[in-house]
């Protein structure tokens, strides 16, 4: 399956930016948004299942909301009331029958 991210950016704190990542084929389990600073792990930032059920890191809950166009194959991530430590470059994952496949990251900076 091919990933393909959309809308990072630079945007100043408590700004807002919508992330999208459409999915070449049919959504099969989940997909989501995580994030890595450099030297850090990768972490989770949110998933949605197809069903609709989702999770969020404790850090964005609030002010990050994500959801999925099944029609389009494609998970969207606002992201509001950004903050300088939300800067990371951010991963779409697909996951499917329980493999996990990567979109190229794209980066998000939150500075002023």
């Known amino acids: 399956v091919q990933l393909q991210a959309s809308g990072g950016g630079l945007v100043q704190p408590g700004g807002s930016l919508r992330l999208s990542c459409a999915a070449s084929?049919?959504?099969?389990?989940?997909m989501g948004w995580y994030r890595q600073d450099p030297g850090k792990q990768r972490e989770l930032v949110a998933v949605i299942t197809k069903g609709g059920s989702t999770i969020y890191a404790d850090s964005v809950k609030g002010r990050f909301t994500i959801w999925l166009d099944n029609a389009k194959n494609t998970v969207h991530l606002q992201m509001n009331s950004l903050k300088p430590e939300d800067t990371a470059v951010y991963y779409c994952?697909?996951?499917?029958?329980?493999?996990?496949?990567w979109g190229k990251g794209t980066q998000v900076t939150v500075s002023s």
């Open positions: 994952d697909y996951r499917a029958y329980g493999v996990d496949y």
């Open positions: 084929g049919s959504i099969i389990n989940a």
